[in-house]
């Protein structure tokens, strides 16, 4: 997990779970690993509470990472922004869409290597100036997926519906296996600033063996 480029840790590039290829679905053992986190309810696009998460998340990533690389001698590379997506009736996300009904957790992975007095020190500096609306609202967890389906989507988010189809419906029981957590997307381009059909996004589900409903 902490092979190095240039002394700077890149996790996009060392870690397996973090590797997807367009058009191919690919079962994945996935680690558990260590997020900060935020949670929400509602439409991305217009919810504020998604982009005082988005606000409160990075603070707290860059003053982590900071003092890592002071404190520790360990520099990284802050990992691409991740989310849950949850509704009471999955099909909101590969029939109706109605990102109105959506739950969600947005997530920035953070090195194992990082405690709790760590995360609770950044927390602190974050808010002494300028104070995040949603900082409060985050948490350092452990995230335990272990196997999974993923495959990368280059596009925009709106088009992600068919391949997700492909996935829940075809795939997944087509290798004799059942959807066991939550739909995991990783976001490999900024959104804020890369154009919607130049988007590459990581999409993942959660597996599992047992059949039985």
Known sequence: MTS???????????????????????????????????????????????????????????KLKFASKRALGRDYVVPPLEGLWWAEDMDSFT????????????????????????????????????????????RLQTLTEGRCVQTLHVGSFDDEADVLAQLHHEFIPGHGLRMAGTHHEIYLSDFRK?????RRTILRQPITTDTRA
Do not use: C
């Open 95 to 138: 029939k109706v869409r109605d990102k109105s009904r959506w739950d969600w957790t947005l997530m920035l992975m953070v090195p194992d290597w990082i405690d709790q007095t760590m995360f609770t020190t950044a927390v602190e500096q974050t808010g002494a100036k300028h104070k995040p609306t949603r900082l409060d609202d985050v």
């Open 4 to 62: 190095k480029t240039d002394d700077k840790t890149d996790f996009k590039k060392t870690l397996d779970a973090y590797q997807a290829q367009r058009g191919r679905f690919r079962i994945v053992d996935v680690p558990a690993m260590q997020y900060l986190m935020t949670d929400g309810h509602g439409d991305p696009n217009t919810s504020p509470a998604f982009t005082e998460a988005v606000e409160a998340l990075y603070p707290v990533a860059y």
């Open 194 to 198: 890369v154009a919607p059909d130049r």
